[in-house]
């Protein structure tokens, strides 16, 4: 079991979003990279992401992992930020129905799950629709 401790809770790009931008051509890696993959620049600038973008695709999770067994059925996707940086993460507050391609959606912090007896508290992002 894995145990909270500062540094985990203060991943940036987890908790603030953040990403690297190539200080030669602009590329924006999400996580983060020591290289750039578009021009090989190993010069980065912190940028925090766009926080709407819209549905590239999606599926409906029936049949959960463990830890999220409760939420199941859940729907998962893939959506474009209006930098262009793609993300994947639960999509939430929105019928399986009302689910397209293309909608809009835009970023929220929440809680992932949590850990069995020792109550620890993941915490992430979800999409929401906009």
Same mark, same amino acid.
């Given at each position: 079991?894995? #145990?909270?401790?500062?540094?985990?809770?203060?991943?940036?790009?987890?908790?603030?979003?953040?990403?690297?931008?190539?200080? &030669?051509?602009?590329?924006?890696?999400?996580?983060? *990279? %020591?290289?750039?993959?578009?021009?090989? &620049?190993?010069?980065?600038?912190?940028?925090?992401?766009?926080? &709407? $973008?819209?549905? %590239? #695709? =999606?599926?409906?999770? *029936?049949? !959960?992992?463990?830890?999220?067994?409760?939420? !199941?059925?859940?729907?998962?996707?893939?959506?474009?930020?209006?930098? $262009?940086?793609?993300? #994947?993460?639960?999509?939430?507050?929105?019928?399986?129905?009302?689910?397209?391609?293309?909608?809009?959606?835009?970023?929220?912090?929440?809680?992932?799950?949590?850990?069995?007896?020792? $109550?620890?508290?993941?915490?992430? =992002?979800?999409?929401?629709?906009?």
């Amino acid at each position: 079991m894995p #145990t909270p401790s500062r540094y985990w809770r203060e991943i940036p790009q987890r908790y603030r979003l953040e990403a690297g931008k190539c200080a &030669s051509c602009g590329y924006v890696c999400f996580p983060p *990279r %020591l290289i750039c993959p578009r021009c090989g &620049s190993q010069e980065f600038a912190k940028t925090k992401l766009a926080d &709407s $973008g819209k549905i %590239l #695709t =999606y599926t409906i999770i *029936r049949v !959960a992992p463990h830890q999220y067994v409760d939420q !199941a059925p859940y729907a998962v996707g893939i959506a474009e930020q209006d930098d $262009g940086v793609k993300l #994947t993460a639960q999509i939430v507050d929105c019928n399986f129905e009302d689910l397209k391609i293309g909608m809009r959606v835009k970023i929220e912090f929440r809680k992932i799950y949590e850990e069995g007896e020792a $109550g620890v508290i993941y915490y992430g =992002y979800k999409f929401v629709k906009e």
